[in-house]
């Protein structure tokens, strides 16, 4: 019924940019929030930021200063520009949503996750 689709992960070496995408599409009624999600080997799954509907944000004290979050909310995606990227930002990075179905359902739903490698 809900798919989010990631894209924009990779390698790149430490102090290097990359920019996340996530695209929801399918039978959704209203976006509530959008967020990414991180996932270290061994380590568990930890908020990195998220966008409210109404453009209020949050960050992680890890990436405060260094990472953007951004929503389009015609195109019902959401993006995550990350800068001065470290060793310690490697992770799976997983798109977050927490909205209503078109039946009135309301959930939180995952992306695939997309792997985020800074290494020299």
């Known amino acids: 019924q809900v798919q989010l689709v990631e894209s924009g992960g990779g390698l790149v070496q430490p102090g290097g940019s990359l920019r996340l995408s996530c695209a929801a599409s399918g039978s959704i009624f209203s976006i509530y929030t959008m967020g990414w999600y991180r996932q270290a080997p061994g380590k568990q799954r930890e908020l990195v930021a998220y966008i409210t509907s109404g453009g209020n944000t949050n960050y992680a004290d890890s990436v405060k200063g260094r990472f953007t979050i951004s929503r389009d909310t015609a195109k019902n995606t959401v993006y995550l520009q990350m800068n001065s990227l470290k060793p310690e930002d490697t992770a799976v990075y997983y798109c977050?949503?927490?909205?209503?179905?078109?039946?009135?359902?309301?959930?939180?739903?995952w992306g695939q996750g997309t792997q985020v490698t800074v290494s020299s």
């Open positions: 977050n949503s927490d909205l209503r179905l078109n039946a009135g359902n309301r959930g939180h739903y």
